[in-house]
């Protein structure tokens, strides 16, 4: 998602108030899902554009929704970073589509960064193939 930066770089806890309001209407929304069954919200930051700087914002976010209780349940993963991958996708304009958003290119790098997270959050580690 885009976001502001001049207004999250000045006020961190209004962008996570927010956040956690977004998460609200989730959990309303998919609130017909059985008792029994602990829904997952995953949260992924990829940077396109405005780089990273929502991140650490959404995990203090994902922290506080999961520290409420709840049935759902919050996790948090990113873009590779350390591996160069968003200043690769970000600096190449193969990779990008209207707006500076990733195209199905971009998208591709984000997806097998953030695959392995996704699995175990969602417990699909055996269903899990290098393609």
């Known amino acids: 998602n885009d976001c502001d930066d001049t207004k999250l770089k000045t006020n961190r806890t209004e962008f996570v108030t927010e956040y956690l309001r977004l998460l609200d209407i989730y959990v309303n929304s998919y609130s017909y899902v059985a008792a029994n069954e602990t829904p997952r919200l995953i949260h992924v930051c990829g940077g396109s554009m405005n780089g990273l700087v929502p991140c650490p914002a959404i995990q203090d976010a994902v ?8 049935r759902f349940t919050s996790y948090y993963t990113s873009i590779n970073v350390s591996a160069g991958h968003w200043q690769e996708i970000n600096s190449n304009e193969s990779f990008q589509g209207c707006y500076h958003h990733y195209n ?3 998208h591709q790098i984000l997806t097998q960064d953030i695959l392995h997270d996704v699995s175990r959050i969602m417990h699909w580690e055996d269903m899990l193939t290098v393609v």
């Open 63 to 70: 922290v506080q929704f999961n520290a409420r209780g709840g």
């Open 104 to 106: 199905a290119r971009g």
